[in-house]
């Protein structure tokens, strides 16, 4: 069970362009691979952009989580 003050420090947002070295940071830390911004800005914007999404998750200023959606 998360405590509630731990809770509220957690925020999710959409990410942008502006984002995609620190999300793909964290991928490759988790994963161990060694992908880089312009792999994932591809991927999400290049089929579809519009309806491509990629968000993650902050605890206080570190990425805790990430989703990314692509239409079919």
Do not use: C
């Not at 959409?14 to 994932?40: C, I």
């Not at 290049?46 to 993650?56: D, G, L, M, R």
């Amino acid at each position: 069970m998360i405590s509630q003050s731990k809770k509220k420090n957690i925020k999710f947002q959409l990410g942008t362009s502006k984002q995609a070295s620190d999300m793909v940071e964290f991928h490759n830390s988790y994963y161990g691979t060694a992908r880089k911004p312009e792999d994932w800005l591809w991927e999400y914007k290049t089929y579809n952009p519009e309806k491509a999404v990629i968000s993650f998750a902050k605890d206080f200023d570190k990425i805790i989580a990430t989703q990314g959606m692509l239409s079919i």
